[in-house]
């Protein structure tokens, strides 16, 4: 277990190995030989890409995974077809919604998380290292995510249900499989409704704008500003307010530039892979930080948690009490994406904090707009000026507090 | 997908192209950890 675990180490944060590139290369070259829909062709493609990249094992779990999803699905949907002519379908309706939508993803992840928590019962028992590897490959943070992102779609939003092997590629695509980005099913769908992006000379440039850039960003100046700041092999530390906004200038680097090596490589081998940061840094206030930073978990939490509660709340409480609708949106939605992280206490407290932190700039920017003195030009420079200081240091205050020692544990 | 596809001008692409050479560049220096511990050294 423990040389497949560093095998998967060594081969998951491989940027530099040529390796990895090769496999890139054969995927390109070999998408439009195959014949057959686009997502078919690519999960195809892709398990073969598992494969070379984390041995065979690999391959065999993420295309079984997709055949029980998929059949969870399909049955699913049998019993909200029966649902629209039978009586008894809204209980049918509600087991399915609860057994697709909650219950499989949320167990994995549980699992996963538990597991994570948990090591020295891990370590102790060789059977459960075996069961919990496994589980853990399957409930992978952002495998849950794209599972419920597909549940959602097909159950409520009425997509078409792709078949196993593009499920595989949609759940587990060889390049966004460490840290994402969490793509869109709906998107990996659209792949089918035409040709491939033409790889002109122009998409070539940009492709290679963006993986030059991705690997500057995290071998380069991320790795440098490791290095400068705690020492060649020595472990990162958050002893002082200082080494957390390092940390937090390291952890941009390295992830936005990950994210930005799996965007150029999705636009080689024409398969929607989201943007993930924007500049987050120029962001005047914490709410658009989050717009910048991780914007694939934000989009996926708008689109699947806040959207549909909160429309559902005022709905059920009206207008009048929209404003708590929408409070009551935000507060699940940030507790999801604290316990997403880890399911510790600390992230429970980020959780809260953050929409602490959210509603109370919302409430002082609907204040401030309904005074003149406030939208003066003046004004509004010196808060885009001033802001970003502003958002660095609440946020590396919140992540020095509570979250970066069990970052680091990572 | 992924932001503009549009082809841009000659000055852009000429920009781009340099901006990629200096980035290729900076990485074949400065990406491996004996070359990051080398300037570390001397700092």
Known sequence: VKRRRREWEIALGSFLDLGFWLVCAAVMLALPLIPGRRTLRFGLVNLAALGFLFGWQAAVVALGFAVVFNGVLLLSLHLLGRGDTHPSGVAAKRTSIALVGILFPAFLFVFHKLAMEHPAFVASTPRAQLIIQLFAALSFSYIALRCADMAHCVLWKRADLLDPLSTAGFLCPFHMILSGPVNRYDEHVKMNDGPAPALTAWVGLLVLNDITTGILYKYVIGETLRIFAFGIDEPMRAATWLDTAILFIYMFFDFAGYSRVCLGIGRLIGVPTPENFRAPFLASTITEFFTRWHMSLGAFIQRNIYTPLQLHLVRRWGLRRAIWGGLTALFFAWIFVGLWHRLSVHFLTYGLVMTLVVWLEKLVRDRLLKTKWARRPALTWLWRAAGPVYVFVVMTTVLHLLVITEILRV | ?43
Do not use: C, E
Request: hydrophobic share 65%.
């Open chain 2, 1 to 43: 997908m992924n932001g503009t596809t549009q082809p841009a001008s000659r000055g852009a692409i000429a920009l781009i192209i340099a901006w990629i050479v200096l980035k290729v560049l900076l990485i074949v220096l400065l990406a491996h950890q004996d070359v990051a511990g080398f300037l570390y050294a001397g700092f």
